[in-house]
């Protein structure tokens, strides 16, 4: 089972310039249903990172807990165990038939996949490929009175040759296979609506109700559909348009949608929604739901792997996680190629965060440290040269598309020697403290003690990576072909 293990991780709510803010970290592209006892469950895109599928729990709409995770690995492994930036999990929709919870989601490269459970804490069922396909993405199934079951879904340019239009057709009733071919029930390019997508499926009142963000992630608004019959026709009206906000799910008076924010990729927000003339009519939340800001609880759930989790990669400790290094290739340029980097979302729009790390080398030229990751990188690497750690600063700008690092030498340490067969292990410790500044500006001190710390001079700006905020946590690499090392994280 996933680890349940792990710890937990809170938010609370952030009143910032007017706007309820109630999770300030990159959950992208959210989805919200009710559950069984009156509480909330959500969850987001995680694009290639695993276990994906993030599950937060709330009582109210306002103060969400990170759980669970509802897949541990995307399909088929062998595709995801390479970094797919940007791929696997796009926009989900999570729902509840009955006793059992539903995820769906659009995998734009292979086709509509479904995970369920009957307990969103506990284990989720394997992934089910509903439908195989190219370009299907931001799926929603809405189960209607008399048991049918319709998804309805958005089309990606980069894989089909077309977007901004939705679809809807029949499942099974068990939403295990489709039944039904797609009709197209809206072109948002027809009334001002272009690049329609993220689309959200309700029947209220007798009406079929999609709910989805046209206009581009940056600028967009809230559009809404309503139509008699399931297949159409549509008519549409704009109900939110302010800041870049949304894109989400609507349960009860709430809308929990996200703003894109540059480096701390895409923040949820509330909004309230009123019934006007039959449409979901939506505002900036003006009731002082909770008092406080952002907390964070304890970390283990909020790291995850940038790739297809292997065995090979590192374990759990009892105190923390072992990394273990990844061969990198011979034509090795940066990071963007290495499967095995741990990482965490930032949390906040400023905080400060202290992590704590013992790197372990084998071999010449292994490296290990901590890293802020994105297209632009930054990290404290040490690397084992010469029976000696050295403690170089090096950036990658556009590591994306291919940039080079440069580096800087900040410090020599002494290794500590200790026999180990054939091979003896050569150890250090290194900590660092960030501090995440307002518009994601970092500034770095480490450590080798634990206790005195050296500030760099220099602030480095963080940079989102692809569909995905900065990230910052631990890597390790070796040479290719040599023998890897490790860093023990301490959490």
């Not at 901004?164 to 071919?181: C, N, Q, Y």
């Not at 027809?190 to 940056?218: M, Q, R, S």
């Amino acid at each position: 089972m996933m680890k349940k293990i792990l710890f937990s991780l809170s938010f609370f709510l952030a009143f910032v310039a007017g706007q309820a803010q109630i999770v300030y970290a990159d959950y992208s592209d959210p989805d919200v249903c009710e559950g069984g006892g009156g509480d909330y469950w959500l969850t987001a895109s995680s694009f290639q990172c695993t276990p994906g599928l993030p599950i937060l729990h709330s009582a109210d709409l306002v103060h969400w807990e990170l759980v669970n995770y509802a897949v541990e690995r995307l399909l088929p492994v062998e595709h995801y165990n390479t970094v797919q930036h940007g791929c696997g999990v796009w926009a989900p929709s999570i729902r509840r038939h009955g006793d059992t919870y539903y995820i769906y989601w659009g995998d734009p490269d292979y086709g509509v996949w479904m995970v369920k459970t009957t307990d969103p804490r506990g284990r989720w069922s394997e992934p089910v490929l509903v439908m195989e396909g190219k370009g299907v993405i931001d799926t929603c199934p809405l189960w209607d009175d008399d048991g049918r079951c319709y998804l309805v879904n958005g089309w990606a340019n980069s894989r089909c040759g077309f977007n901004s239009v939705l679809t809807v057709r029949e499942l099974s009733a068990d939403g295990t296979r489709v039944i039904g071919r797609p009709v197209l029930v809206y072109d948002g390019q027809a009334d001002g609506n272009h690049t329609i997508e993220g689309p959200k499926f309700y029947k209220k009142g007798g009406y079929y109700y999609i709910l989805a963000p046209a206009g581009g992630v940056e600028h967009g608004w809230q559009v809404a559909l309503r139509s008699k019959n399931v297949y159409g026709p549509y008519e549409s009206k704009i109900v939110f348009n302010q800041d870049g906000i949304h894109q989400g799910g609507w349960v009860n008076d709430g809308f929990v949608c996200f703003q894109e924010r540059g480096a701390y990729g895409r923040i949820l927000h509330l909004l309230d929604v009123k019934m006007k003339d039959g449409w979901p009519m939506m505002s900036v939340s003006k009731q002082n739901r909770a008092q406080g800001g952002w907390t964070k609880g304890c970390e283990t759930l909020a790291y995850q792997w940038h790739a297809n989790y292997q065995d090979a990669f590192g374990f759990p400790t009892h105190d923390g996680v072992r990394v273990y290094g990844h061969n990198v290739s011979p034509a090795f340029k940066n990071l963007w190629e290495v499967p095995n980097l741990y990482l965490k979302k930032f949390e906040g729009e400023t905080f400060i965060d202290t992590l704590h790390m013992t790197i372990t080398a084998k071999a010449e030229g292994s490296e290990s440290g901590f890293v802020v990751m994105g297209r632009d990188y930054c990290r404290l690497s040490v690397r084992f040269d010469g029976g000696q750690f050295v403690l170089k600063r090096i950036i990658c700008k556009n590591a994306d598309e291919g940039g080079t690092e440069t580096e800087e030498v900040l410090a020599t340490m002494k290794a500590r020697k200790y026999g180990a067969g054939a091979r003896p292990n050569y150890e250090c410790r290194l900590s660092v403290r960030l501090q995440c500044d307002k518009g994601a500006v970092c500034r770095f001190a480490y450590s080798t003690d634990g206790m005195n710390y050296i500030d760099l001079p220099e602030p480095f700006q963080a940079r989102e990576g692809k569909w995905i905020g900065a990230k910052y946590g631990v890597f390790s690499t070796a040479p290719h072909g040599a023998s890897k090392g490790w860093i023990d994280l301490k959490l």
